[in-house]
């Protein structure tokens, strides 16, 4: 038995390696620059070997092997790509708000590379995103990783295939706006928002029994088992039950967090992000103590009544009482002064700089499953880097060029200023946006709100 | 992109039936209008048989709707009325391998008392694998009438709905008097539209509800095995969805996708791949990225029958600035790709048909000849027109070519097909003749008077539904002309007025265009006619909706007035 | 190891003198005035260059004295060493104090029903307890235009500072009359009107503005002469604009829109101010040679097209300094205008510099309002709005030590600061029942 679960994870993991395989790699040696590796301490007048899309080696005086290509980083700062846990760039849907919970709906299925808003990122040094569903649903749909490899067509390219699988999960004021105020049905409170979640899971378990029922009588001789009804919704919730899927769950006021953790608790979940989670720094013990953290807001707050209770010390507290912690965009905007973002927890809460430049880097690797990978400059990860002109932590500081697994996809001075990759043949004059939304959390709830003004009020 | 434009004030305006009065062709007919012979002989014209094929000097003969020859020494019956076809060319009937002429989508069923948004019936949310394209197709609809001028003689019809429309159904574009059904239960129709307002909503959700709707078509079927060949078992839940996919799941008919750009076809692709039905993706304007996907996967590929608008690119003006020149550069380049994917995909060796929905059959030749401009060979547009088309529908046996023992579809034209000077003179579908106005094109500007256009004009238009009008005006400005039009406005308030472009004269013909906004999208009305003296006949065609007649007087206070 | 950090420290220790006070229940601390020698920092004057071990003496809510020979003569002597004073910033754009929770319609008061509404006045709705004006003076941006939005003039926007009870106790002295130049851009991704429509609707909003600027003018100019003319409160607020009593602050963004506006106040003699101006950079040298003032930002914002160099907002205020553009920088945030500072430092660090951007927070607004000579720098007969922070406050990590609006000394807390203090170490923590 055991050895063939072995086999199973080995082949499992060639897989994984195979699809990351497929993507494609580069080698480039950065020299001289400081390198702040996040993890392992700041090195001045250090080069940083990628090859094959690997961090060979961080080391003093290294060599190029042939054919590799050497940056000069002199003066200039090198860090790990910078991750945002909680974006919705590059996806064609966000909401599918037509259910309380629609477990079943893949992100992946809508990625778009195309989307400049990737290429807008990458000029903030961002090399991964997690490009997820909105916040209309209590069960949302399951999330895509990215890596931002700008300049491919194919969605299977951008999507990080080795990460695991995530969900997304809202509590309070949008799902119950949605389906309570908006469609009429539950949940119309926090009260209805707790028990979708434990009918869901409840349902879950049953789904779970029939199955394994029937898979039991099936295999005896003669059976005339018939098979439960499918139901895709059902099996991610089983799966999320049997700890293969990260919940990431959008969520402001304590009450709600705490409720989140008890149901957790009680459903013996424990691979549990909160998202946004402004009122976090209120249940931070609890948060340290049974979840994966949470991924906050610099300074967001007072946009609608769940954050009027907020407050700027909110990443410092949760950091402070031990809870992961990273900070997000959760905007078209925002993605591109991630570095900037996470400065401001030295205004708000006297971080140290690696303290601060870990909730743009490790941190939100850890929550997104994915820190054996990226997250930090470390010998054996993936090649994705950000080099800065000034600290990335000053507010004067300038991304010069982004590298994912070893490949150039940003340069300050070389690329071109118009980087759509697609065109409308028929355009006479180029539309120009003034109030672009950028916060997508609600995006396509529209049909649900008389006025597009309405909608206007209630990102995030 | 499909709308309900039937919801659209405008449109509305056209209500089926009027046209439905049934013509039976019974032995007498006092309408007069029954041809007294259903042979026909098309003597010494250039045939092209088949796409690629040399013209060659023939004489075809047809009968009841079948070739019954093709040669140069044949036979003509007597009973077949000769038509003289020296100088004309004639070539395999056009088919139309995804078409939604003639098909009315059926009206949304009621919502039940305990409609729940998130959870709505089968039928209300777009999913009706058992409807069929039969049930929602009029052969008398001007669409087909539109169709058939292009030179289309069969046309695979898929219904009109949601993420799963219903089945698709082939029609020959024959006379008024007949079903004109050849085959029945073809295709199933789908596409990513979400329903609005409830679940599924969007691509996502339309994803997830077509695995699910697939997988428990299965297991569905499963259970019905089980059920029918043992005794003790609980009786399975038999629903018309599931019955529907059946045919889909087991493979014994394709899934046409609707898919309009490169994300799309990746899309149907990865729902392919991960549950297995037949495919083929239909009406893709962008695929310039997905040549090699296409080629690898083996489906089936319509394209639709329509390149660009190119005013964009004429409109680009010649002393601009660095910044402006660079986009006017990335537009002109965007424009030459979009035109040259057919080439290219011909080149690749993928076998295309075309698809005419949401595209205007009467741009189908201008848009194939910005294709073969573009690098399509000619006999890959006629492969696409043509053989292509049947395969792709199953077909083959029975047309796609001119020769002996296939369907009679015809076109015939006045010069070689792809040329910029021929036209369509006859169609022949189904063993029966369409004959069409040949129009003298007069040169402009070598001295021959056009005719005077500018003025103010009353015009009516005649739709099923009655006829509406309103003031045409035109000016002259300079060598050109601009003007406006107002119309019953179809937010129903009321008249609207949009400006005219495209104004264009020639010899006494005017023809122009405007667009209308209903419910928030933009709709283009074409408009052509004759002029003599203060009076204009002609016809006002809709996108996707047909032609109708329109009919304009001048007014002479026009010029005391002002 | 939870390590109670520096910050909290130093305000606990700015706090100790009044925490036996704060021991009573209900006691809180206030903003105080009297006469404060801010001693031996390097101050940041704007105008006058950078004083190295300076300080500046403040009485009456005036600037005192600034120099490095400064006697404390009875003032309360604040130890600066070490530190930094600069001016204290100007948002010359925002909706602070008009909408508390922005969703909540209830708490938004900065637009009003009506196309033509330039008789609202800003001022009077702004809620001089707002819980986001500490919040935003304890960042140093200590004087904020509040402005109304909404239709073709959809009211008369204030400079205020922030401290008071009343709105009369925060007015800095300006008011200007907004309005929205008509756009030839798109509102956003649900706005699906056809270019012509858009074309249509910009020509008629266009015809609008002449006919209500020339009943202005008619207005103007009977009432001079003595008329007594019905009472029509819309025309009597925009004929302030044509006897200029008030400027006309222009929201105009795309360039084209930027040109026509040009051309539209080319004949009119009036007083000018341009806002927004997001594409600004397309088009400076035409606003340079137009002599028209800019307040622009946020800087922190995506380029108004597709196409656009990821940089256009970052650099656009730059772009329009260098080519002799008088720039003024605004948040146009309600909760968070106490991002002033990292906006202007994106500004400085793509293509302004430090000392422009510097400007275009303080002196620069300070000037294009007509208050030059009171407010926008550290002079001796200002206003008494500064700031002392640990090194320069455009940086994150910079602490904002010390606030002074009008001369009255700002308590550095406010509910982002209590939360804080109440929650870095929770009691009960996780272990108690």
Same mark, same amino acid.
């Given at each position: ?199 869901? %899971? ?102 609608? %009544? ?81 080099? %800065? ?72 | ?206 994803? $997830? ?174 492969? $696409? ?178 | ?85 600069? =001016? ?65 003039? =959809? ?11 009343? =709105? ?266």
């Amino acid at each position: 038995m055991k050895k063939i679960n072995i086999l199973l994870a080995l082949c499992l993991s060639l897989c994984l390696s195979f699809s990351w395989a497929q993507t494609p790699k580069g080698s480039v040696l950065i020299k001289n620059g400081t390198v702040l590796t996040v993890t392992n301490g700041t090195y001045e007048n250090t080069d940083v070997l990628i090859q094959d899309g690997v961090i060979k080696k961080i080391g003093k005086d290294l060599n190029a092997p042939s054919g590799v290509t050497t940056v000069d980083a002199t003066g200039k700062y090198v860090m790990p790509g910078i991750i945002d846990a909680h974006s919705h760039v590059a996806l064609d849907v966000v909401n599918e708000a037509t259910a309380p919970i629609v477990a079943e709906v893949r992100m992946k299925d809508v990625v778009n590379p195309y989307e400049i808003g990737i290429y807008r990122a990458l000029a903030g040094g961002v090399t991964i995103s997690h490009a997820m569903h909105g916040s209309a649903n209590v069960v949302g749909g399951q999330n895509a990783t990215l890596k931002h490899r700008w300049g491919s067509s194919n969605p299977e390219d951008i999507i990080m295939q080795d990460a695991p699988r995530t969900i997304k999960f809202a509590l309070g004021e949008n799902p119950t706006r949605v389906h309570g105020r908006g469609n009429g049905i539950q949940p119309r409170s926090r009260m209805g928002v707790e028990a979708i979640l434990r009918n869901g %899971f409840n349902e879950a378990l049953q789904y779970k029994k029939a199955w394994e029922d029937f898979n039991k009588a099936k295999s005896q001789k003669g059976s005339t088992a018939v098979a439960p009804e499918y139901n895709e919704r059902l099996q991610t919730l089983v799966d999320i039950l049997d700890g293969k899927i990260i919940i990431h769950c959008h969520s402001y006021r304590a009450d709600e967090i705490y409720m989140l953790i008890n149901v957790a608790r009680d459903f013996g979940i424990d691979k549990l992000v909160f998202q946004h989670t402004n009122e976090g720094f209120k249940v931070a013990p609890e948060i340290a103590e049974y979840t994966m953290g949470a991924s906050v807001f610099a300074d967001w707050w007072a946009y609608k %009544f769940e954050v009027y209770y907020s407050t700027a010390f909110n990443a410092a507290i949760l950091h402070r009482n031990g809870a992961i912690t990273s900070i997000n965009s959760d905007s078209a905007e925002l993605i591109r002064h991630l570095y900037h973002e996470a400065a401001k927890t030295q205004r708000y809460g006297n971080l140290s700089d690696d303290e601060a430049l870990s909730m743009i880097t490790i941190n939100p690797a850890r929550q997104l499953g994915i820190d054996d990978k990226v997250g930090s400059l470390e010998e054996g990860k993936h090649g994705d880097v950000a080099i %800065f002109e000034g600290h990335p932590l000053s507010s004067y500081a300038i991304p010069q060029m982004t590298f994912v697994d070893g490949i150039k996809y940003f340069d300050i001075n070389e690329d071109q200023d118009d980087q759509r990759q697609q065109v409308s043949p028929t355009e006479t004059v180029e539309p120009i946006l003034l109030t672009e939304h950028n916060h997508r959390c609600m995006q396509d709830t529209e049909h649900l709100f008389e006025t597009a003004s309405a909608l206007f009020q209630m990102n995030q | 992109m499909k709308k309900p434009l039937w919801k659209t004030g405008l449109l509305g305006l056209f209500a089926w039936g009027l046209f439905g009065s049934g013509t039976l062709f019974a032995q007498s007919d006092p309408t007069g209008q029954k041809p007294i012979t259903q042979t026909y002989a098309f003597t010494n014209a250039t045939v092209h048989a088949s796409p690629g094929s040399e013209g060659q000097k023939a004489t075809i003969v047809v009968k009841d709707g079948v070739i019954i020859s093709v040669g140069s020494g044949v036979t003509i019956p007597a009973a077949a009325k000769v038509i003289a076809g020296d100088s004309l060319y004639i070539y395999p009937g056009f088919i139309d391998a995804a078409s939604q002429a003639g098909i009315t989508k059926p009206e949304d069923p009621e919502r039940p008392s305990d409609f729940v948004s998130s959870n709505p019936p089968d039928e209300i949310a777009g999913i009706t694998p058992w409807r069929s394209a039969t049930d929602q197709f009029d052969i008398s609809s001007s669409q087909v009438d539109d169709l058939r001028k292009a030179g289309f003689t069969m046309a695979h019809v898929l219904p009109d709905g949601g993420m799963i429309a219903g089945k698709g159904a082939i029609m020959v574009l024959g006379t008024k008097g007949s079903t004109n059904l050849i085959k029945a239960n073809t295709a199933l129709a789908a596409s990513l539209n979400g329903s609005r307002g409830m679940y599924p909503g969007t691509t996502v959700g339309v994803m $997830a509800k077509f695995r699910d709707v697939y997988k428990n078509t299965n297991l569905t079927q499963d259970r019905i095995a089980t059920f029918t060949s043992n005794s003790g078992v609980t009786r399975p839940e038999i629903n018309q969805t599931y019955s529907a996919m059946t045919e889909v799941v087991n493979g014994q008919i394709p899934v046409f996708f609707e898919v309009e750009n490169d994300l799309e076809v990746r899309r149907a692709i990865s729902l392919q791949k991960e549950l297995g039905f037949k495919l083929v993706v239909y009406g893709l304007e962008q695929y310039d990225e997905v040549i090699d996907l296409l080629k690898s996967s083996g489906v089936g590929v319509i394209l639709k029958l329509e390149t660009p608008d190119d005013k964009a690119i004429k409109s680009q003006k010649d002393d601009v600035d660095e910044a402006v020149q660079a986009q006017y550069d990335r537009v002109k380049e965007s424009y030459d790709r979009t035109i040259a994917q057919a080439g290219k995909l011909a080149e690749a060796g993928v076998a295309f048909a075309f698809s005419t929905i949401d595209a205007k059959p009467s741009d189908a030749m201008k848009s194939l000849r910005a294709m073969i401009e573009a690098g399509l060979t000619e006999s890959a547009a006629m492969a $696409a027109l043509t053989t292509n088309a049947a395969s792709m529908i199953g077909m083959n046996r029975i047309a796609g070519t001119v020769e002996q023992g296939k369907i009679a579809n015809l076109v015939i034209t006045t010069g070689p097909i792809f040329s910029e000077d021929s036209q369509i003179k006859h169609v022949v579908a189904d063993g029966s003749i369409f004959d069409y106005e040949i129009k003298t094109k007069k040169k402009n500007g070598n001295g021959e008077a056009t005719v005077e256009v500018a003025g103010t004009w009353d015009y009516t238009s005649e739709t099923p539904a009655g006829s509406s009008g309103g003031k045409l005006t035109i000016e002259k400005d300079g060598d050109d002309y601009s003007g406006t039009i107002t119309y019953d406005d179809p937010s129903g308030n009321g008249t609207a007025t949009s400006p005219i472009s495209d104004v264009s004269i020639s010899g006494s013909q005017l023809s122009f265009s405007f667009e209308v906004s209903a419910g928030g999208m933009a709709i283009s009305v074409s408009v052509s006619g004759e002029i003599s003296g203060n009076s204009m006949d002609g016809s006002m065609n809709i996108a996707q909706f047909g032609s109708f007649p329109i009919s304009a007087t001048r007014n002479p206070n026009f010029i005391s007035n002002n | 190891m939870k390590r109670i950090n520096k910050t909290f420290l130093t305000f606990l220790i700015a706090l100790l003198p009044m925490m036996a006070m704060a021991q009573i229940d209900g006691e809180f601390i206030k903003p105080r005035t009297g006469k404060f020698l801010l001693q031996n920092a390097t101050v940041h004057t704007i105008t006058k260059g950078v004083l190295s071990g300076a300080s500046v003496l403040i009485e009456n809510g005036k600037i005192l004295q600034v120099g490095s020979n400064v006697s404390a003569d009875g003032a309360e002597v604040i130890d600066c060493s070490g530190m930094v004073i600069y =001016p204290g910033m100007i948002d010359s754009g925002t909706t602070l104090g008009l909408a508390e929770v922005s969703s909540v319609a209830e708490t938004v008061d900065y637009q009003e029903i009506g196309n033509v509404t330039p008789n609202m006045q800003a001022l009077t709705a702004v809620n001089p307890n707002s819980e986001a004006i500490p919040v935003t003076r304890v960042s140093g941006v200590t004087t904020v235009i509040a402005k109304p939005s909404g239709g073709l003039f =959809p009211g008369t926007a204030a400079l205020i500072n922030l401290v008071g009870y009343t =709105p009369d106790q925060m007015y800095a002295g300006f008011k200007a009359v907004a309005m929205n130049f008509p756009s030839s851009a798109r509102r956003g991704r649900f706005d699906r009107r056809s270019d012509a429509d858009i074309k249509k609707d910009n020509e008629k909003a266009l015809k609008d503005a002449n006919e209500l600027m020339e009943k202005a003018k008619q207005y103007h100019e009977l009432s001079s002469k003595g008329a007594e003319l019905e009472y029509y409160p819309e025309i009597a607020q925009l004929a302030k604009v044509i006897s200029k009593e008030l400027p006309l602050m222009i929201e105009v963004n795309a360039a084209s829109d930027i040109q026509n506006a040009i051309k539209w106040v080319k004949d009119m003699d009036i007083r000018v101010i341009f806002s927004g101006v997001k594409e600004g950079w397309r088009v400076a040298d035409e606003i340079a040679e137009a002599g028209i003032p800019v307040i622009t930002g946020p800087v922190q914002d995506l380029p108004s097209r597709q196409s656009d160099r990821y940089d256009a907002a970052y650099t656009n205020a730059g772009k329009l300094a260098k080519a002799g553009v008088k720039v003024a920088l605004r948040t146009n945030e309600t909760e968070n205008v106490r991002n002033l500072p990292f906006h202007a430092a994106f500004a400085a660090a793509y293509g302004m510099g430090k000392e422009e951007a510097w400007k275009a927070v303080t002196i620069n607004p300070a000037e294009i309002f007509g208050l030059g000579d009171q407010l926008g720098s550290i002079e001796a007969g200002k206003v008494a709005n500064l700031i002392v922070a640990t090194e320069d406050p455009f940086e994150t990590r910079s602490q904002i030590m010390h606030v002074f609006i009008n001369g009255y000394r700002i308590p550095l807390s406010n509910r982002h600061i209590r939360l804080y203090q109440e929650f870095l170490e929770r009691s009960p923590d996780l272990n108690a029942n």
